[in-house]
C-alpha cells in the first residue's frame, strides 16, 4: 500500500523522491517544510535560495526596482518605487536630516524645495537664489521661469543668455538670441548681434542697430547737412561716416581736438557722468568691480558675487554640499566630496537611479545603476540602450546578478563581452546566477538541471521532471509510457480520470469500460464462473 505524499500549499516544482519543494510560487521560498512568505516589502520573486535570515528578492512588482544595500550586507534587499530613484534616493544612504530630495532642510525644518529653488531660503523669503532659466525675486524668494529662444546656456536669478546655439548671437542685452540681417551695417559685432560701425548717413543706436541719421543727433540743426552731422555735441565725437557717438569714457567734458576726436576732461577716480544731474557722481555699489558706462548699474561683479536684474551684486549662495560655483553666476559646479553627492539640475542629491552602494573611505558610493540603466562617461545612471539583451539587474565590476532564466558564465571574473548573463534554453526559474535550472517551460522538461524539449504530446497537464504526461485530455488515456492515447471505444463520449474506460456513449450502455451495441431494453447477463 502507497502512503499518501501532500504537495506543499504554494508550491510549483515538488521533488517526489526527496519530498521537497524546489520552487515556490510568488512572494514565496523552500523554508523547511513549507514554502515560506517573504518579508521583503513589494518582492514579488524571491531566490529559492533564501533563508529567513537571508531573504534574497530577484523581481518587484511593477513599479518597483530592486536595490542591494550597502556592499557589507549584500544580499539586503530592496524594492523600492522607481520614481523615488530619480530623486537620488536609496534606503542605505541616510537622508540629511531625515530629509528626502526634493524636500531639503531648512535649519530647522523638512521642507519643499520651491520650484526652480537652488538655495532655500526662509519662511518669510521661500528662496534665495534660483536655478538657470529662473528668475528671482528677491524681495518675494520666488522663482520665475523663462525661456530665451535658441539659447544654450541661461543665466541663473536673472533673464540673459549667456550663449546661443550654432549660428545664432546674442542681443547687448543678452535677453535675446538672433540670427537676422542688420540693416545699413558696415561693420559687424563677432560676439553679439550687433552692429560696430553703421553706414554712411546712418547713426549706430545703444542696442546695436542702424537707423538714419537726424538733426537731433548733431550739435545743432545748423550741423546737419545732406544727411550728416558736421558737428556733435558736448560728450560726443564726429565718425567718418557723418554720426555722432558717445565718446566710450566718462567725460564730464568734451576737447575739441582735430588731432583726437575723443579726447575729455575725465571724471574722478571711481566716478561715472550722471547725464540727469549733468555732472559727475560717485559710483557707490558694493562689491562690482566694473560698471556700466555712464551709470551707477554693476555690469561685472567681485567673486562670489552674481549680477542682478537691477545691476546690484548680490552673494551667490553655495547650494547645500556644493564645493564650487562659476564665476559670478550663482551656479553649482560639482558637489564636495565629504558628501558624495552628485550634481543633478543644479543640487547636490546622492545619485539618482543608484542600484548598489559602498562604504569606500566612509562616505557611501553608488557602484551600480538599477536594472537597465548603466553608467555613461560622467558616472551618472542613464538607461542602457542594450538593455533588452543585457538581462542584468546589478552590474557592479566582477559582480553581475542576472534576471531569471539567465546565469553568468564566471561571476567571479571580468564579462567575456557586453552581456555577462546567458540564457539557460527553456529555463523560467533558477537560483542567482545558478546554472542550473529549478522550472522549465511549459515547452521542455527538468533533466538533471537542464531544460530539453518536449516530444509532441497531447498533455493535459505535462510531467516538469520527464518528457510525459501526469493528465490527459477528455477522450483520452494515460498510457504506461506516460502518452495519452484515444480512448478504444466506439461511440464513447467521455472517460474516467485519465483511464481507458468509457463513462458515456452516444447510444446503448457502458458494459465494464465499453459502449455496448445491444439495443435499448435487452439485459446483459454475464456468467461468473464458480
Not at 176 to 195: I, Q
Amino acid at each position: 500500500m502507497c502512503d499518501k505524499i501532500v504537495v506543499w500549499n504554494n508550491c510549483l516544482a515538488f521533488d517526489f523522491d526527496n519530498l521537497v519543494c524546489k520552487v515556490c510560487a510568488d512572494g514565496y521560498y523552500p523554508a523547511g517544510t513549507v514554502c515560506q512568505k517573504g518579508s521583503i516589502t513589494n518582492c514579488k520573486v524571491y531566490d529559492q535560495a533564501s533563508t529567513l535570515a537571508s531573504e534574497i528578492c530577484r523581481l518587484c512588482d511593477s513599479g518597483y526596482s530592486l536595490l542591494i544595500g550597502i556592499h557589507t550586507d549584500a544580499n539586503k534587499n530592496y524594492c523600492v518605487p522607481t520614481e523615488e530613484l530619480a530623486n537620488g534616493y536609496h534606503p542605505a544612504v541616510p537622508d540629511k536630516n531625515g530629509c528626502k530630495y526634493p524636500n531639503v532642510w531648512d535649519g530647522t525644518n523638512c521642507v519643499p524645495l520651491p520650484d526652480g529653488c537652488s538655495v532655500i531660503g526662509s519662511s518669510q523669503i521661500p528662496c534665495f537664489s534660483c536655478k538657470t532659466s529662473y528668475t528671482l525675486d528677491a524681495i518675494a524668494g520666488t522663482c520665475q521661469q523663462y525661456t530665451i529662444d535658441n539659447c544654450v546656456s541661461p543665466r541663473a536669478n536673472v533673464k540673459e543668455c549667456l550663449k546661443c546655439a550654432t549660428n545664432f548671437l546674442p542681443t547687448l542685452d543678452l535677453q535675446s538670441c538672433l540670427d537676422t540681417p542688420l540693416e545699413n551695417c558696415a561693420v559687424k559685432s563677432t560676439t553679439h548681434h550687433a552692429c560696430l560701425t553703421c553706414d554712411k548717413k546712418f547713426q549706430l543706436t545703444p542696442e546695436g542697430y542702424c537707423r538714419a541719421i537726424v538733426a537731433t543727433d548733431c550739435q545743432g540743426n545748423g550741423q546737419f547737412k545732406n544727411g550728416v552731422c558736421e558737428a556733435c555735441k558736448n560728450l560726443f565725437y564726429l565718425t567718418e561716416q557723418g554720426s555722432c557717438l558717445r565718446i566710450e569714457k566718462e567725460c564730464k567734458n568734451s576737447i575739441n581736438s582735430l588731432q583726437d576726436p575723443k579726447a575729455c576732461r575725465l571724471c574722478g577716480t571711481d566716478q561715472y557722468y550722471d547725464d540727469v544731474i549733468k555732472t559727475c557722481a560717485n559710483h557707490n555699489q558694493p562689491n562690482c568691480s566694473k560698471f556700466k558706462l555712464w551709470s551707477n548699474n554693476c555690469d561685472v561683479c567681485l567673486p562670489g558675487y552674481y549680477r542682478t536684474a537691477t545691476f546690484t551684486c548680490a552673494e551667490i549662495l553655495k547650494t547645500p554640499d556644493c564645493a564650487t560655483t562659476s564665476q559670478n553666476e550663482a551656479v553649482c559646479l560639482g558637489c564636495t566630496l565629504a558628501s558624495n553627492q552628485e550634481l543633478v539640475n543644479e543640487i547636490c542629491i546622492f545619485k539618482p537611479y543608484c542600484g548598489w552602494v559602498r562604504n569606500i573611505n566612509d562616505p557611501m558610493v553608488c557602484v551600480s545603476c538599477i536594472k537597465d540603466y548603466v553608467f555613461n562617461a560622467e558616472k551618472m545612471c542613464e538607461l542602457d540602450p542594450n538593455a533588452v539583451d543585457s538581462h542584468y539587474y546589478i552590474n557592479y565590476g566582477d559582480y553581475y546578478g542576472c534576471d531569471l532564466g539567465y546565469h553568468s558564465l564566471q561571476v567571479a571574473d571580468p564579462p567575456l563581452d557586453d552581456y555577462p548573463c546567458r540564457l539557460i534554453d527553456g529555463c523560467v526559474y533558477n537560483n542567482l546566477n545558478s546554472q542550473v535550472c529549478l522550472l522549465c517551460n511549459k515547452d521542455h522538461y527538468l533533466s538533471n538541471g537542464a531544460c530539453k524539449i518536449r516530444s509532441e504530446l497531447t498533455c493535459k497537464t505535462s510531467n516538469p521532471s520527464a518528457d510525459a504526461c501526469l493528465t490527459c485530455p477528455d477522450m483520452k488515456f494515460l498510457n504506461e509510457l506516460g502518452s495519452c492515447e484515444d480512448v478504444n471505444s466506439s461511440g464513447c463520449l467521455g472517460n474516467v480520470d485519465d483511464q481507458n474506460f468509457c463513462s458515456a456513449c452516444d447510444s446503448g450502455s457502458v458494459v465494464d469500460g465499453v459502449c455496448s451495441n445491444c439495443p435499448a431494453g435487452v439485459t446483459i447477463v454475464v456468467s461468473i464462473p464458480n
